[in-house]
């Protein structure tokens, strides 16, 4: 089926005023798809590239490369609160991430050492009417294009090497750790910002839906046999609500939630060596074990031999840079022991062991089966037979999990 037509944006020179200011005009823009359909289920996205005068038509004409997203097909929006969903990405944009940099600046970062690990964000709007409760069709969240600036995803089939691992790691420990010194050092600022990690309500049988079928699925990979007893426990043990309840402290931090391989961008220098990241996607984030970060970006998207041969480094790597970040940010980090973080660890692995099964299902698809119906979607989730190659993976990380203890 054809991706669909990228709608009219209407009137985006009023989002792009708040960036560039009042006396911007817009000469030209197109749009296109820049995703295949099905790539992204909780928005639709379009490239737009826009010829801009910022400061009227006497000024010099500017190319911008955009991103535009907007509202997800229907049958999105009959399972998740949309307008949640993209209020709480506006918000990380607006407001979470700005008091970030304002932090770094406070502990006197240099300008070129600031927490630069998102794209660059122009603005968004939820309707052209006005009215903090609109939400109509002309939604839309402006941001960067970062493949016009060379970032990219790494592929599916082969995952993220160790190389793009680590920088990744590096980044997670940063992000988590600014949450952490905001609610160290602005304890009243931060409870409002928390507010905005309200959990997404959504379609809670979906996931029930999906239990059954992940299980008998493991139950069919020999190697798993002597285990299944453990692995049919975790999954017993675990309900929906577990991944909403408040985190063990001091440990508790903003938590993107769904950062695998499709949510991860990078950048390499001439060499072909990854120097910088961007995690994307915003839409789904809590207040909650920072460590849920970790083990979702390692388990379901690291390459089998980073997972085999150097997961400990990796592990080692995130608290030694969560620690010295806190430092940094003239934090003290008594609370913040190594058997603490290893019992965090812990519990995020059995809160994601399931979301890691289902990626790694979805990386293990030959193609990605664009989203028609709610029927559809539950028979993707619920399908009986998995194949060989998912089969195997799943068997491979579970394994990993299981000689550590983790299940």
């Not at 970032?151 to 590096?170: F, I, M, N, P, T």
């Not at 929906?240 to 931090?253: I, V």
């Not at 996607?281 to 970790?294: A, H």
Request: net charge negative; hydrophobic share 40%.
């Amino acid at each position: 089926m054809a991706a669909p037509n990228p709608p009219v944006l209407r009137d985006f020179d009023v989002i792009l005023r708040k960036k560039l200011g009042d006396k911007l005009i817009v000469d030209s823009f197109e749009t296109s798809n820049l995703v295949s359909p099905g790539e992204n289920t909780g928005s639709t996205i379009y490239k737009v590239d826009v010829v801009v005068r910022r400061n009227g038509r006497d000024s010099e004409p500017e190319k911008l490369a955009l991103v535009a997203k907007m509202l997800p097909p229907q049958v999105v929006r009959e399972m998740v609160d949309i307008p949640h969903t993209f209020r709480k990405e506006a918000s990380m944009f607006e407001e979470i991430i700005p008091e970030y940099v304002a932090l770094e600046r406070e502990c006197g970062f240099p300008e070129s050492e600031l927490f630069d690990a998102a794209p660059d964000y122009y603005g968004t709007r939820f309707s052209l009417e006005e009215g903090e409760d609109k939400f109509d069709e002309d939604t839309a969240i402006l941001m960067e294009n970062l493949k016009a600036k060379n970032y990219y995803c790494c592929a599916r089939k082969s995952g993220l090497d160790y190389a793009h691992c680590k920088l990744l790691v590096e980044a997670l420990a940063r992000f988590h750790s600014l949450a952490v010194a905001l609610k160290l050092k602005k304890p009243a600022l931060f409870t409002e910002l928390k507010k905005l990690t309200k959990p997404v309500e959504f379609d809670h049988n979906l996931i029930s839906s999906s239990d059954s079928a992940l299980l008998s699925n493991l139950r069919k990979c020999p190697s798993l046999a002597p285990h299944i007893g453990k692995i049919e426990k975790v999954f017993s043990d675990f309900k929906t609500e577990m991944l909403f309840a408040k985190p063990d402290e001091p440990w508790g931090s903003i938590v993107h939630t769904d950062l695998w391989l499709n949510n991860v961008m990078f950048c390499a220098d001439d060499s072909g060596k990854p120097i910088k990241v961007k995690l994307i996607d915003f839409q789904n984030y809590l207040y909650s074990n920072p460590m849920r970060d970790l083990v979702v970006s390692l388990f379901s998207s690291a390459q089998q031999n980073v997972r085999s041969e150097h997961m400990d480094e990796m592990i080692d790597l995130y608290y030694r840079n969560f620690v010295s970040n806190l430092k940094r940010l003239g934090c003290n980090v008594d609370s913040f022991n190594r058997a603490s973080f290893d019992k965090e660890l812990a519990s995020a692995v059995k809160l994601e062991y399931k979301h890691c099964l289902m990626i790694l299902k979805v990386l293990a698809q030959d193609h990605v089966e664009e989203l028609r119906d709610v029927t559809a979607i539950v028979d993707n989730l619920c399908a009986s037979d998995y194949s060989p190659a998912t089969l195997k993976v799943m068997a491979e990380t579970t394994l990993k999990l299981i000689e550590r203890n983790w299940l």
